[in-house]
């Protein structure tokens, strides 16, 4: 009797003058919570989570990864990425702060296989010249073994093959087809649904002289149709370098086995101005309907960062952007056999690919560069480090060492990578509604990923018609973000009669480990009546008060960065930035695409890491601190009729 008095009285207490004490008008009310049900996480119709994964990794069975030293091989590779400690080529132990969600290995399709059976000394290698010469160079070790790989990388790009070495290693060949079973069978064994998803797939590298035009291939199925194709590969007879012939391969092979596919362009910086033709393809062939159409069918996705430097854009391309000039790599292309021009780099980066999309949409119906943005590492370790603090390099030859930072990583005649200049970068967040390869793999088709150097933001942005401050009072803003918008990689939606200008709603979240944000920023590419092509980068949110100045720049964060310690502070930035903004200069004639750019207060490079953790000096040209950062695939406007 005496519980239900109790009740009694705390019902009443709640039912009475408490409850009073706040009643909600009708007009506060409106819009605040469109969610379906009481618990907003229930019936949600749309992604609610990000997943982090890699999309190109390389493990020992890529020739010039297991020439560098490296031992490791898948099991290793996916141990690692879900969160277990393994020991590197090196003999370091190494673990990743927080485990991947998931990830696709990507090693090179040809000659797949080809390292583990050079360690071996296997006839077919050594009875030749080149792989005798290999050999010998990988049994000697260090500077021998690193010179020995630069030189299979240099034959490769050339085409310069043994062509008894190519058949023994091509599609067809007992020892080619038997890896791929095992990379097909590694990928199944991994993969736990809900937990940990992994992909089928490979990188198709071609190579046009030294250019780099490589894609991954990731397929979106299980081993019962992987197990129907053998990877498309570049050397001939056996294959080919153009991008049209790889379209070809993955129209075969969804007409042949009922599944999907899909191509990642990568690591444009290195094309030497072949990646994102706008006249006429490497071939000489025009750039014409068949080929926007392909491409933009086919390559949904561009890999925006990763080791071998950043690809949003270029000081050159991008002179009023003050975050242009960001772990830039443009000594040449991937081999240093041709130094790099300014002619070059329009064809090159991301941001000059999108506004040329742009253009050939208008000319020939298509846009072929209508691409999300994504991370990876390139990393050739089995190891898929991108944090400044955990940084286990591109190759073996480059994992951590008093030395690494002071060696270069490649030169020629034509120009020099310094090993200080490699790049901790980078993941791939994908908005999805759970950790299959399906729900994955149809985010990164529908574009709705973004890209970081590194750390783990969390993003949203929105497109839309009418968005106001007030749908961001909410703590569960992807209901207006979905219900009145497109998200990142989709297309506004039509103009309502008397719509203005477009808005947008973006909000970041600090990686909760890392560092503070600095701002949020949108990137406008457009197309004017007469044809000429623009940017601006608007700054939209930002931390701690600072106005612009007359200039209409922003002052900086400020740094805390404490060298000597290789560590820095959060007393500057915000944890969370977000708005809702209008774009000022709109003009519905005219082609347009947006993307956000969040960017983190300064923090240590890598090197700054290894500084305190050797004992060595940094080299004098080194780059010490970076604000590491996030893009988000674009929205696009196209105008009515």
């Known amino acids: 009797m005496k519980y239900r008095i109790i009740a009694a009285l705390l019902i009443s207490a709640l039912s009475g003058p408490v409850a009073a004490q706040f009643v909600p008008s009708a007009e506060s009310l409106e819009g605040l919570y469109p ?83 050079l360690f071996g000394g296997a006839p077919a290698i050594v009875d030749t010249e080149q792989g005798r010469r290999w050999y010998e160079g990988l049994q000697e070790g260090g500077e021998a073994a690193s010179s020995a790989a630069l030189d299979l990388i240099t034959t490769f790009a050339q085409a310069k093959l043994d062509p008894n070495l190519l058949a023994a290693y091509s599609p067809g060949s007992s020892a080619y087809n038997a890896i791929w079973e095992d990379v097909i069978e590694a990928a199944e064994k991994y ?24 894609r991954n291939v990731i397929l979106r199925d299980g081993s019962r149709r992987a197990e129907q194709v053998l990877p498309m590969v570049t050397q001939e007879p056996f294959g080919s370098t153009d991008p049209l ?129 994504v991370g990876s590492t390139d990393s050739h370790t089995s190891l898929a480090t991108a944090d400044e603090d955990n940084y286990f390099g591109k190759s073996t030859s480059a994992e951590p060492s008093p030395k690494r930072m002071s060696h270069a990583f490649a030169e020629t005649d034509k120009g020099v990578f310094p090993g200080w200049s490699l790049s901790a970068s980078g993941y791939a967040g994908v908005w999805a509604t759970e950790n299959t390869r399906e729900a994955i793999w149809d985010a990164m088709a529908r574009k709705e990923v973004y890209a970081t150097t590194g750390p783990r933001m969390m993003v949203r942005f929105f497109g839309g018609w009418d968005f106001t401050e007030t749908d961001l009072r909410s703590r569960q803003p992807a209901f ?58 608007y700054d939209v949110a930002w931390s701690d008060g600072r106005e612009p100045g007359d200039d209409g720049k922003l002052p900086p964060v400020g740094n805390t960065v404490d060298l000597e310690a290789a560590s820095w502070t959060n007393t500057i930035g915000a944890a969370e930035l977000g708005t809702v903004w209008t774009d000022p200069e709109f003009d519905p004639s005219q082609r347009a ?32 601190t970076l604000q590491e950062r996030a893009y988000t695939s674009p929205i696009w406007y196209t105008p009515a009729g």
């Open 35 to 117: 969610g379906k049900t009481y618990s907003p996480y229930a019936k949600r119709p749309f992604p609610s989570r990000v997943f982090w994964g890699e999309s190109h990794l390389h493990t020992a069975l890529s020739p010039d990864a297991g020439l560098f030293g490296n031992t490791l091989g898948l099991d290793e590779a996916y141990r690692f990425a879900r969160g277990e400690e393994v020991t590197s080529a090196t003999g370091l132990p190494v673990r990743l702060a927080r485990p991947l969600d998931w990830m696709a290995v990507a090693d090179h399709s040809d000659m797949m296989g080809f390292a583990p059976d």
């Open 191 to 214: 993969n736990d649904p809900g937990v940990f998803t992994t992909f089928i797939g490979y990188e198709w590298t071609s190579l046009v002289k030294g250019n780099n035009l490589h």
């Open 245 to 373: 012939d790889l379209y070809a391969w993955l129209e075969n092979y969804e007409a042949k086995t009922g599944g999907r596919a899909l191509a990642i362009a990568h690591n444009g910086n290195l094309s030497n101005g072949l990646m994102f033709p706008i006249e006429a393809q490497y071939t000489g062939a025009a750039v014409d309907e068949n080929y926007v159409t392909l491409r933009n069918k086919w390559e949904p996705l561009y890999e925006v960062t990763q080791i071998k430097g950043d690809g949003e854009t270029h000081p050159v391309l991008s002179p009023a952007d003050e975050f242009a000039d960001f772990e830039t790599w443009d000594a040449g292309n991937l081999d240093l056999s041709e130094a790099k021009t300014d002619a070059m780099l329009p064809a090159e980066y991301a941001r000059e690919a999108l506004k040329q999309g742009l253009a050939l949409e208008e000319k020939l119906g298509t846009n072929p560069y209508k691409f999300g943005m």
């Open 480 to 537: 207006r973000g979905y219900g009145d918008g497109v998200p990142m990689g989709g297309d506004l939606k039509p103009a309502p009669d008397g719509a203005g200008a477009p808005t947008f709603m973006v909000y970041a979240l600090r990686d909760p480990i890392g560092a503070n944000l600095d701002r949020i920023q949108i990137v406008k590419g457009w197309r004017e009546a007469d044809g000429t092509l623009s940017e601006k980068v």
């Open 593 to 624: 695409f947006y993307y956000a750019r969040v960017i983190e207060i300064p923090t240590p490079r890598w090197v700054v890491y290894d500084a305190v953790r050797f004992g060595v000096e940094i080299p004098e040209d080194a780059t010490t």
